[in-house]
């Protein structure tokens, strides 16, 4: 049996939430929540780096839901720099009734995703795991995050420097995965990306 992928719009706090779910051939594992880039820069849920962190998790077993954030696509709302953004996450786990989601997101989409883990600790319904590429930690607020969270990082990422998430990451005594050769979105390089995902999953 093949994977599949369906659309579907659930309530939000600012209107409807536009979501692609990706679905694996065989019983599910559990949910995983992947976060796009940034609105106002052209990002989506159709971003190559988000099908790609799609892809892996459904690979690995996973139902993925992708939400559009608010203003993007078919979502309700205008961009709200990041605090609707959360609260459009949250919507969507809560629809779900999901116990210990895996969270995953791309730059902004990983900053808010940190945000959102923070957020599910203190609830009592924390993330089982987390992923986050090219996280967005200099214009963003990006909180710590939990240990055995997987960071990855393109070598030559001019929109996030390397150096900045080194330095987020080193109070945390947290590792990053530098791709040699990668730039922000990973072009040439989603197959490494995927690669890194599966083979530090447990």
């Known amino acids: 049996m093949r994977s599949s992928a369906r659309r579907e719009l659930i309530a939000g ?79 969507v786990i809560e629809y779900l009734k999901s116990e210990k989601p895996v969270l995953a997101g791309f730059s902004f989409g990983a900053a808010i995703q940190a945000r959102l883990a923070q957020r599910l600790v203190k609830e009592g319904n924390p993330a089982s795991r987390m992923v986050l590429v090219g996280v967005a930690v200099k214009a963003m607020d990006v909180p710590p995050v939990p240990a055995g969270t997987i960071v990855i990082h393109g070598e030559e990422d001019a929109t996030v420097l390397l150096a900045d998430v080194l330095a987020w990451a080193r109070p945390q005594d947290l590792p990053v995965v530098v791709v040699p050769g990668a730039d922000h979105f990973f072009h040439r390089r989603l197959h490494v990306l995927r690669a890194i995902i599966q083979n530090n999953w447990k």
């Open 13 to 91: 706090p600012a209107g409807k939430i536009e979501c692609v779910v990706d679905c694996p051939a065989s019983e599910p594992h559990g949910i995983a929540l992947v976060a796009h880039p940034h609105p106002l820069h052209g990002g989506t849920l159709d971003n190559k780096v988000v099908q790609t962190l799609a892809r892996a998790f459904v690979e690995l077993g996973y139902t993925v839901w992708r939400p559009n954030f608010r203003g993007v696509g078919e979502s309700e709302g205008s961009h709200d720099e990041g605090r609707g953004e959360l609260e459009d996450l949250a919507a």
